[in-house]
């Protein structure tokens, strides 16, 4: 059976946790494939908001079993906390339905530690870091020095770990920052949270999912962040340190490239962006922080607002041909409600020419967007089941963006309730 992808076309936030919650009926294994506790995957059903920052969306499913691949870094810590959230469900026995990757990269306290004294360095010119420890656990895999999850099943994992600790305090002493940390207390709340870990199953994923395949199960690939994020293919270096694109299921997973089937696309019906970082379209102005307060737009990790601004054709195309998408879900077409005109970047001034393709600097003073209009829509979408009660202007939004994007729009949300989710 093909594999299944599903992840973000902007920089990220797009909605992803809530249409792999909608999917996952059609699924008998979701996999995350990339990123860490950076991510937050929000889904909302029977009037309760859940927060997902490692556990696959797929974990509120009886059907499903959830996967933690190779490609991504856990803390401990964040882990337990996301696994107590789940206790409050009656009935969900989730030590059954989670299996993690051995070949998985552990984030350490002096991890996060380090996260904090880079940023504090750089002052002005900092890239806006969650300060998850997700940076400097994948400098420490590239590097070859991290600590696995299967290494916790071998005798000497903490004199690897004492060794590491060591490194990173060095580290740490030589940024020209000053971050206060009691290094004791985090190894406490840590050693504790890796003794809940290793009361979960850990496999050997790639030979799991090759089985799975062989036997005909079906598997959705769960991405975090965004593709314009990629360490790659995203505004660097403003990016997050893994590959957010479907490229980044085959390393983060162990998938063969000709067992992928279809890539599902999400992308927002404006565009937003937490942190720094070029943002062509973003707006500061009366229709910005209409976004972001109808829209909610709140960082589900970090709580940070969000920077919101008209969607930009440009970023999306680039996302879509990337990534190789075949289908395409638009979220938050309620947010759009009452704008009555609404804009879409459909080229860029790029020095002194115009053009339609993502260029290596979007920076704002090598930029200016080049906007087409068009009607907006008053009705409120929230309460609607069916596409044919979609207003027109929408339905023209909607076909305007398949005609350029050469891409079908399959799933419209008009809402965050898994209900609130129209079929096309």
């Not at 504090?120 to 420490?140: H, N, Q, R, V």
């Not at 005609?403 to 989710?421: A, M, Y």
């Amino acid at each position: 059976m093909a594999v299944d992808l599903l992840l973000g076309l902007q920089w990220g936030d797009e909605g992803k946790g809530k249409i792999v919650d909608v999917l996952t009926k059609d699924y008998d294994i979701i996999a995350r494939f990339q990123g860490g506790p950076n991510a937050g995957h929000t889904l909302e059903f029977d009037g309760i908001k859940h927060v997902l920052h490692t556990i696959p969306s797929g974990i509120f499913h009886d059907n499903a079993m959830n996967i933690i691949g190779n490609g991504v870094v856990i803390d401990p810590v964040i882990f337990q906390k996301e696994l107590q959230n789940l206790d409050k469900f009656e009935g969900l026995d989730y030590t059954s339905k989670i299996l993690i990757s051995r070949k998985a990269h552990l984030i350490l306290p002096t991890h996060r530690l380090l996260d904090a004294a880079s940023e504090a360095s750089k002052g002005k010119a900092k890239i806006g870091s969650t300060l998850k420890g997700i940076g400097p656990t994948y400098m420490d895999k590239t590097g070859r020095n991290g600590i696995r999850v299967g290494d916790l099943e071998l005798a000497d994992w903490k004199d690897r770990y004492t060794n590491l600790r060591k490194k990173h305090i060095s580290m740490i002493d030589f940024y020209d920052a000053k971050i206060e940390y009691d290094l004791q207390e985090l190894e406490a709340e840590f050693f504790d949270a890796v003794d809940v870990l290793k009361k979960l199953t850990f496999i050997d994923s790639e030979e799991y999912l090759h089985q799975a395949q062989k036997s005909g199960k079906t598997i959705l690939a769960e991405g975090a962040q965004g593709s314009l994020l990629d360490i790659d293919f995203g505004t660097y270096p403003y990016v997050t340190s893994s590959n957010t694109t479907a490229a980044g299921a085959c390393t983060g997973l162990g998938i063969a490239p000709n067992k992928i089937g279809d890539v599902f696309g999400i992308f927002k019906a404006y565009t937003t962006r937490v942190g720094s970082g070029p943002f062509p379209t973003e707006l500061f102005d009366t229709d910005g922080e209409t976004m972001g307060r109808v829209g909610n737009e709140f960082g589900a990790t970090t709580g940070r607002p969000r920077r919101c601004g008209w969607l930009d054709l440009v970023a999306l195309k680039y996302a879509v041909q990337v990534n190789g998408v075949t289908q395409l879900m638009m979220m938050k077409g309620d947010v759009l409600s009452g704008f009555d005109t609404l804009k879409v970047c459909t080229a860029y001034k790029y020095k002194g020419e115009t053009i339609e393709h993502l260029p290596y600097n979007i920076e704002p003073e090598n930029v200016d967007v080049i906007y087409k209009e068009m009607k907006g829509w008053k009705e409120d979408l929230t309460g609607m089941t069916e596409a044919s009660q979609l207003p027109q202007a929408l339905n023209e939004y909607i076909d305007f963006l398949e005609k350029e994007l050469e891409t079908p729009i399959k799933i419209v949300s008009v809402g965050p309730d898994r209900t609130q989710t129209i079929m096309r």
